[in-house]
């Protein structure tokens, strides 16, 4: 990996350990298929794989609300989400996710160069979703 790679991973690393560091209040349950899928958005991050981490982060968040808070497997995500998500903006998280996933004609969101022409705008959204997935994962202390 070239120096300047690294050291942009190595930035973003520290930024994600800060922030955990600051939402790790008590102690807080989370099963290990949720600290699976946050530790490979992690990765996805910081090598700045931006419309990965919007994908995880609803997936993360979902999967982390289903096993500690909601403890049903068959509820919607978007009820999950409004009913158990203490925070704003998870519905726009979780449009913007779906924007990305769901292909409908003449309405794609990426063109063939979009990686490139939205990268600030996409770093932007990956970090507020990497924020409200932390969030999710601190906002309940377990027992």
Same mark, same amino acid.
């Given at each position: ?55 995880? #982060? /609803?997936?993360?968040?979902? $999967? *982390?609300?289903?096993?500690? +808070? ?7 995500? %978007? ?8 925070g704003e903006d998870i ?7 779906n924007s990305y996933v ?5 309405? #794609? /969101?990426?063109?063939?160069? $979009? *990686?490139?022409?939205?990268? +600030? ?7 507020? %979703? ?14």
């Amino acid at each position: 990996m070239d120096t300047v790679l690294l050291t942009r991973w190595k930035q973003r690393e520290a930024w994600i350990n800060k922030e955990l560091e600051e939402a790790e209040t008590g102690v807080h349950d989370c099963c290990d298929h949720v600290i699976t899928l946050f530790f490979d958005m992690q990765i996805a991050y910081c090598a700045g794989a931006w419309i990965s981490v919007i994908v995880m #982060s /609803v997936s993360v968040i979902d $999967a *982390h609300l289903r096993d500690v +808070e909601a403890m049903n497997a068959k509820i919607g995500t %978007a009820k999950l989400l409004n009913d158990y998500y203490k925070g704003e903006d998870i519905n726009w998280l979780r449009k913007l996710r779906n924007s990305y996933v769901h292909f409908e004609d003449n309405k #794609s /969101v990426f063109g063939m160069n $979009a *990686h490139f022409e939205k990268q +600030e705008e996409l770093e932007k959204n990956a970090t507020k %979703a990497m924020e409200m997935t932390i969030k999710a994962l601190f906002q309940n202390p377990g027992w």
